[in-house]
């Protein structure tokens, strides 16, 4: 569930500028901003059988290169 959740947000920042974040219940919000080449997004690491967020920070051009 969470991976369809992860492909669904990267297919969205490959074709708009914006802002997604999940919080440790993994609900997705997002938030627009302004013309920036710069796309933040929530690594999810599990650890201790709970949800952790970690801030993880890349560019679209890098985001284009990883998905193929």
């Known amino acids: 569930m969470a991976a369809l ?3 669904k947000i990267i297919h969205k920042l490959l074709t708009e500028e914006t802002c997604y974040r ?3 219940s993994l609900n ?3 938030k627009t ?3 920036s080449k710069t796309i933040k997004i929530v690594r999810i690491n599990w650890e201790k059988s709970r949800y ?3 801030p993880y920070i890349f560019s679209k051009e890098r985001v284009n ?3 193929g």
């Open 28 to 30: 997705i919000t997002e």
């Open 5 to 7: 959740q992860i492909r």
């Open 52 to 54: 952790r967020a970690e």
């Open 65 to 67: 290169d990883n998905n």
């Open 33 to 35: 901003f302004h013309r």
């Open 22 to 24: 999940a919080d440790l």
